[in-house]
Antibody
Framework: VQLVESGGGLVQPGGSLRLACVASGFTFSDYEMNWVRQVPGKGLEWVSYIRSAGDKTYSADSVKGRFTVSRDNAKNSLFLEMDSLRAEDTGLYYC???????????WGRGTLVTVAS | QSVLTQPPSMSAAPGQKVTISCSGSPSNIGKNLVSWYQHLPGTAPKLLIYETNKRPSATPDRFSGSKSGTSATLDITDLQPGDEADYYCGTWDNGLSPGGIFGGGTKLTVL
């Protein structure tokens, strides 16, 4: 199982980024997926969840209305569209497989997002 | 989303036992299973305990999880220097704004 995130970088406040997570080693379309972030100096924060078929999503209140999670099962890919970015969105963004209550067993290595002018 | 409360830091000597608590509410721990993660900065978090009290094959049996009501605990026995890390509990919250939640994390120092 491998999860590889990409798309991070430096962006100005109010800007946008699209993160991607490419999965391999398992049947991607069978599994729920999540985005989790770690803000510098702080703990883990769950960001978004998407059901295996992509028909249901949930997001943290802190990103609701600004971030959109989606997936392309044909391309084994998970996405996070991030709009209206704020300084407090700066952090390392991980994709993780599963349901947090049942356990997120597989994680990527993360992609760094920096929001600064 | 609601908050899961963990002690910010704990410390113990090698060979001792530590218990990390995770306090939640009826809408999260009270209704759902709990997972625990070990995290070293710069690395991906590692799943330690899933479905409240189950261990992945890679987790030593020195680690155990449990839940009672709206609180969960992670016990670590026979503490090793390599256990020094940040530990997080996680679960789902079924409240007004459903979603995943993590505890604030506990920094464990092995003296």
């Amino acid at each position: 199982v491998q999860l590889v995130e990409s798309g991070g970088g430096l962006v100005q406040p109010g800007g946008s980024l699209r993160l991607a997570c490419v999965a391999s080693g398992f049947t991607f379309s069978d599994y729920e997926m999540n985005w989790v972030r770690q803000v510098p100096g702080k703990g883990l924060e769950w960001v978004s969840y998407i059901r295996s078929a992509g028909d249901k999503t949930y997001s943290a209140d802190s990103v609701k209305g600004r971030f959109t999670v989606s997936r392309d099962n044909a391309k084994n890919s998970l996405f996070l569209e991030m709009d209206s970015l704020r300084a407090e969105d700066t952090g390392l963004y991980y994709c993780a497989r599963g349901d947090i209550a049942y356990g997120l067993k597989y994680w990527g290595r993360g992609t760094l997002v920096t929001v600064a002018s | 989303q609601s908050v899961l409360t963990q002690p910010p830091s704990m410390s113990a000597a090698p060979g001792q036992k530590v218990t990390i608590s995770c306090s939640g509410s009826p809408s999260n721990i009270g209704k759902n299973l709990v997972s625990w993660y070990q995290h070293l900065p710069g690395t991906a978090p590692k799943l330690l305990i899933y479905e409240t009290n189950k261990r992945p094959s890679a987790t030593p049996d020195r680690f155990s999880g449990s839940k009672s009501g709206t609180s969960a605990t992670l016990d670590i026995t026979d503490l090793q220097p390599g256990d020094e890390a940040d530990y997080y509990c996680g679960t789902w919250d079924n409240g007004l704004s459903p979603g995943g939640i993590f505890g604030g994390g506990t920094k464990l120092t092995v003296l």
